[in-house]
């Protein structure tokens, strides 16, 4: 099963306007990590935080992450049409592995 | 810039062939993986390798093999291909094995097997 899941699975926005995504774990983790993947692409790293790390930014996105809840969330503030993309959130647990989520699709309209 | 670089963007192939799907990474990264994603699984960690000769089974290895005879380069092989495995499949490489360590992904081949 999967450790991370987004929500929502599709999101439609203006250009402009701020997209907010949010991912779900089951397990503690070691470290979070955002990915991006354009259509039939591979997969961009965005962002990392870790466990002990509430809120970090880099450029256009805003990332936090609430342990107790076991949830994180990625914000794109003022969106263009080049961030319609898939956004996945990955989580590492103890051990070597980084389980992905099902993804979250962004389109951002013109 | 890593560059991860994946042979065949798009393949397809019959019931019971033998498929190679190769990838070589150009920075010297000790460790590679092989995904494969589908529509609303996310992505699924097959086998990943951290070192020359060395593999770990990841989620889903049934059906799969792989083999690194080479730092740069890592291959995943289908024995005999079935319908079940087509697949868009994704190759990723990383610096280290440690907490913090992000993956850097090829382009990803798209696997059609009829």
């Known amino acids: 099963s999967q450790q991370g899941e987004e929500d929502p699975q599709a999101l439609s926005i203006q250009e402009g306007e701020n997209a907010t995504m949010n991912c779900s774990y089951k397990t503690s983790i070691n470290n979070l990590q955002w990915y991006r993947q354009n259509s039939g692409r591979g997969l961009v790293h965005l962002i990392l935080?870790?466990?002990?790390?509430r809120e970090k930014h880099s450029g256009r996105l805003r990332v936090t992450l609430d342990t107790s809840k076991k949830s994180s969330s990625l914000l794109i503030t003022a969106s263009r049409a080049a961030d319609t993309a898939s956004y996945f959130c990955a989580t590492k647990a103890a051990g070597n592995k980084l389980t992905f989520g099902g993804g979250t699709r962004v389109l951002v309209k013109p | 810039d890593v560059k991860v670089t994946q042979s065949s963007r798009y393949l397809v192939k019959r019931t019971g062939e033998k498929v190679f799907l190769e990838c070589v990474q150009d920075?010297?990264?000790?460790?590679m993986f092989w995904y494969r994603q589908d529509p609303g699984l996310g992505l699924r960690l097959i086998y990943f390798?951290?070192?020359?000769?060395?593999?770990e089974k990841g989620d889903i290895p049934e059906g799969y093999s792989v083999s690194r005879e080479k730092k740069e380069r890592f291959s995943l092989i289908l024995e005999s291909a079935s319908t079940n495995q087509t697949s868009m499949y994704l190759c990723?490489?990383?610096?280290?094995?440690?907490?913090?360590?992000?993956?850097?992904f090829g382009e990803g081949s798209r696997l059609t097997v009829l």
């Open positions: 920075m010297d990264h000790e460790n």
């Open positions: 390798s951290y070192d020359v000769k060395m593999k």
């Open positions: 935080i870790r466990s002990n790390e």
């Open positions: 990723a490489s990383s610096l280290s094995l440690g907490q913090f360590a992000e993956l850097f």
